[in-house]
């Protein structure tokens, strides 16, 4: 029984992993995207993972929540802060842009598609 218990938490770490891995991709990704539909360059390796936590989905259930941060440049030297937030593997917030605007179309709490 004691055997069944550690193979079972083992293979949850494991797709804990492999699901935080690809969930990272894609927060690459949407950050790379996010940047260059706004014009601006995303500095490499700025993208970080700051938070996670659960969050119930609008469906139904419970998913990983996962908050990112980055930087980005509008002119190459400045340096700008924005973030996203991933509800499963999906984008829920991001936010970007001068003194802290929001992106166009993502208010606080609003999905994008």
């Known amino acids: 029984m004691q055997e069944i218990f550690l193979i079972s938490l083992l ?3 494991l797709a804990y992993w492999w699901d935080t891995m690809r969930t990272n991709e894609i927060a690459i990704q949407n950050c790379r995207r996010i940047c260059q539909n ?4 995303l500095l490499d390796a700025t993208v ?3 938070r996670v936590w659960l969050r119930r989905h609008p ?7 996962r908050l990112y941060s980055f930087e980005y440049s509008q002119d190459s030297e400045s340096r700008q802060y924005g973030y996203i937030v991933l509800l499963g593997h999906q984008v829920v917030e991001s ?5 802290n605007a929001a992106e166009p ?4 709490g609003s999905t994008l598609h």
């Open 11 to 13: 293979l949850a770490v």
């Open 38 to 41: 706004a014009g601006f360059q």
């Open 48 to 50: 970080s993972r700051q």
């Open 59 to 65: 469906h139904g259930g419970v998913q990983i929540c």
């Open 95 to 99: 936010k970007i842009g001068p003194a």
């Open 105 to 108: 179309g993502s208010e606080p």
